[in-house]
């Protein structure tokens, strides 16, 4: 190791030089665009080529990966190929890779989303030989996991939301609540699914400590899913209260097809939702139906969607400001500023 340091010394001069410029231009972005706050995304686990694995190598189980148990979206589960924490060696350390990670995001942004925040609850280990299992494997000790790390994110004191989409056990949307954590409410999934014909929730009815959204990177956009609806489907979303209010008219909502005027109804009542954070996928914003990502798949078509017109001409470009101004006007009418 003395001698690599002594051989690429230079490349490692280089690089820490870039890793300062780049930081110096982030932040005088981040106080350019005031008050616009700037959000991140923190990634559940790294790549086992990275340098936090390489530099914490008995912090990582090398030998299994990390996915998803099956699901609505994978009926074979998820296979990550991303190593496994040892979180009794990472406990052991007072979690400090956790907090070093914490206070990074802290630096770099005004808030961020924690991704897959069941897997710090229970992470879903599939080891090279035998079968997968969840770690740790008992709900006591889960719920004890994931608590002490949620509350490594709350010190930060950033405005801190949880991805809990897919299967989430019911104890820790509970302890989620009781930290005081915001999850999603994705408006497709709000349903009352004990009761028959699982009606859709209003959105007004969404909690206060909460994200509303039309949907995420993993879904198909707000089009393609209207689209996608039965007729008694649409019907239910039409009968909403908030759907009706902002409507008048619901007969847009019941003819097929996506039109823009069925867009802003759904738009318009998600502003009108009760949680406090309200985030959209740029594509839904627009009704486009180009999707992100299909989960569980590899392909030429994930995560290559583009914006059609580069940031910096979105001010010029009509369709954009026509965008914007739409969105404006919902924000200041439903106290979203």
């Given at each position: 190791m003395e001698a690599a340091r002594a051989d690429l010394s230079r490349d490692?001069?280089?690089y820490q030089y870039v890793q300062?410029?780049?930081?110096?231009?982030w932040q005088a972005v981040r106080r350019g665009v005031r008050p616009v706050a700037i959000f991140g995304d923190f990634p559940f686990l790294v790549?086992?080529?990275?340098?936090?694995v390489w530099s914490r190598q008995d912090e990582f189980l090398l030998d299994a990966r990390v996915g998803a148990p099956p699901d609505a979206f994978a009926t074979d589960g998820q296979d990550w190929g991303l190593p496994a924490c040892n979180w009794d060696v990472m406990a052991a350390s007072g979690d400090r890779w956790i907090r070093q990670r914490v206070r990074r995001m802290a630096a770099l942004f005004d808030g961020y989303r924690v991704d897959h925040l069941v897997g710090f609850y229970r992470t879903y280990v599939r080891p090279r030989h035998g079968t997968a299992y969840f770690s740790p494997p008992a709900e006591?000790?889960?719920?004890?996991?994931?608590?002490?790390?949620m509350r490594i994110f709350l010190e930060s004191g950033d405005r801190v939301t949880?991805?809990?989409?897919?299967?989430?056990?019911?104890f820790v949307r509970a302890s989620l609540a009781r930290l005081g954590l915001a999850g999603y409410r994705v408006m497709r999934w709000e349903r009352r699914w004990d009761q028959s014909g699982h009606p859709f929730l209003d959105p007004t009815s969404y909690p206060a400590v909460s994200v509303a959204t039309t949907g995420t990177h993993d879904?198909?956009?707000?089009?393609?899913?209207?689209?996608?609806?039965?007729?008694?489907?649409?019907?239910?979303?039409?009968?909403?209260?908030?759907v009706r209010r902002i409507a008048g008219d619901t007969e847009a909502l019941s003819r097929p097809g996506f039109a823009e005027r069925t867009r802003d109804i759904l738009l318009e009542a998600l502003y009108a939702a009760g949680s406090d954070l309200l985030i959209l996928p740029v594509q839904d914003v627009f009704g486009w139906r180009a999707r992100i990502n299909e989960p569980g798949k590899v392909s030429d078509c994930n995560w290559t969607f583009k914006l059609p017109w580069p940031v910096d001409r979105l001010d010029s470009e009509p369709a954009a400001r026509e965008c914007a101004d739409r969105l404006r006007t919902w924000a200041e009418k439903y106290g979203r500023t």
């Open positions: 490692v001069l280089f300062w410029i780049a930081e110096q231009q790549t086992i080529d990275s340098a936090d006591p000790d889960q719920l004890a996991q994931g608590e002490r790390l949880v991805e809990d989409l897919g299967d989430v056990p019911t879904t198909e956009t707000l089009a393609a899913w209207w689209e996608s609806l039965a007729p008694d489907e649409r019907a239910s979303i039409a009968g909403l209260p908030t």
